[in-house]
């Protein structure tokens, strides 16, 4: 069983920037893709990026293209979320997931077999 650990999470003010970043322990794999998720109280887990392990191939939600950059080091198998220009309406857990099958679907969440515990981020106006 592969374990994955968020860290980077933290209050920043509205147009402020964070880095997440993820490592994979435990029992290693090599992902298809790695995704970064965030769920807000109230709301549901909602995806953001994901990153196709080989290629690097990357995609977005559309409430963070442009602003948020998802990265993978495969050497240290670990995957980074750049986040920068936050808003408000980024405040949330987000969590890092990867995903050791093909799919067509990366931007579900049923696509990824490993999830971290989340770190948190708050934005504030």
């Known amino acids: 069983q592969a374990t994955l650990i968020e860290s980077g999470g933290g209050m920043v003010q509205t147009g402020g920037s964070l880095t997440l970043s993820c490592v994979s322990s435990g029992r290693t794999f090599t992902p298809f893709a790695m995704g970064w998720f965030r769920q807000a109280p109230g709301r549901e887990r909602e995806f953001v990026a994901t990153?196709?392990?080989?290629?690097?191939?990357?995609f977005y939600a559309a409430a963070v293209q442009g602003r948020f950059t998802i990265s993978r080091d495969t050497a240290e198998n670990t995957v980074n979320l750049q986040l920068t220009d936050l808003k408000p309406d980024d405040t949330a857990l987000y969590y890092c997931?990867?995903?050791?099958?093909?799919?067509?679907?990366?931007?579900?969440?049923?696509?990824?077999?490993?999830w971290g515990q989340g770190t948190q981020v708050n934005v504030s106006s």
């Open positions: 997931a990867g995903a050791r099958r093909y799919s067509l679907t990366l931007r579900d969440s049923g696509a990824y077999d490993y």
């Open positions: 990153i196709k392990w080989n290629g690097g191939y990357t």
